[in-house]
């Protein structure tokens, strides 16, 4: 598993030798030569090196911290691997080389991830599949690319459209999801989500829906997925643009200074 804040996973009273070779010393009854074989290996997959080996986490930036949780993770040789947030605590250039590592590490020894996330960027750049969960619910399910660009529930609907775009001169329409975030402990009756959806009817109030195929590959838990039609990340990232803002002069520019 890689945990989402590299500076509290990491025991500062261990070297790096000593947490990326314990899940082998706990699993795997390896000579020390073999031991310190099969981490040097390992570190050099994640971009770390030999020398690294008697440092201690305080030593490391907050990039290099999260290669080490990646090494300790993959020192075992795993098919799966758990991603909790394993990227939000990083600054964005950080995140993009991590996230980069992750996908070169899948393709080298065929590992599948479970990838925790709240960021959809990161989640279209990475997952294959997409999970999209609500109150502890599962509400939709399927490829990435077909639920980011067009989604069966409501609720991923919203989550897409809450998503910045990076254009200042773009305009966009935002539908906002009014109330509270159901409570796990007691929940609404019936759909969790229909105190919050404008699409809500007398059957969301009082059935709840089950979680169905709704077409080959897609999963969704909502009484009218087949009749809605419901707007994408990348349609609701498409608006008119603000009409063109006036170049500014370069001689004005050198006047000013």
């Known amino acids: ?94 995140q993009a080389q991590i996230l980069n590592l992750l996908k070169d590490l899948q393709r080298r020894f065929d590992i599948a991830f479970l990838f925790i996330s709240h960021d959809i960027a990161v989640v279209e750049f990475i997952a294959q599949r997409t999970s999209v969960m609500y109150v502890g619910r599962m509400v939709e399910m399927g490829p990435t690319s077909e639920i980011i660009g067009r989604p069966l529930h409501p609720y991923t609907e919203a989550l897409l459209d809450s998503v910045p775009v990076a254009d200042p001169h773009r305009e966009r329409s935002r539908s906002v999801i009014g109330g509270e975030i159901a409570s796990p402990i007691n929940p609404p009756s019936g759909c969790h989500f229909h105190p919050r959806c404008q699409y809500s009817s007398d059957l969301c109030k009082s059935t709840s829906p089950a979680f169905r195929e709704i077409r080959p590959g897609r999963f969704a838990a909502c009484h009218h997925a087949e009749s809605l039609t419901l707007r994408g990340m990348h349609e609701a990232r498409t608006r008119p643009p603000h009409a063109a803002r006036p170049k500014a002069d370069p001689a004005f520019l050198r006047d000013r200074k």
């Open 1 to 94: 598993m890689i945990f989402q804040d590299p500076f509290s996973s990491l025991d500062p009273r261990m070297t790096v030798f000593d947490i990326v070779s314990e899940p082998l010393v706990h699993n795997e009854a390896l000579p020390r030569e073999e031991l310190r074989k099969r981490v040097v290996e390992v570190l050099s997959l994640v971009g770390l090196s030999e020398r690294h080996l008697s440092h201690y986490p305080h030593a490391f930036s907050g990039g290099q911290r999260q290669r080490i949780g990646v090494a300790r993770s993959l020192v075992c040789r795993p098919r799966l691997i758990v991603c909790d947030e394993a990227v939000s605590a990083l600054d964005v250039s950080v």
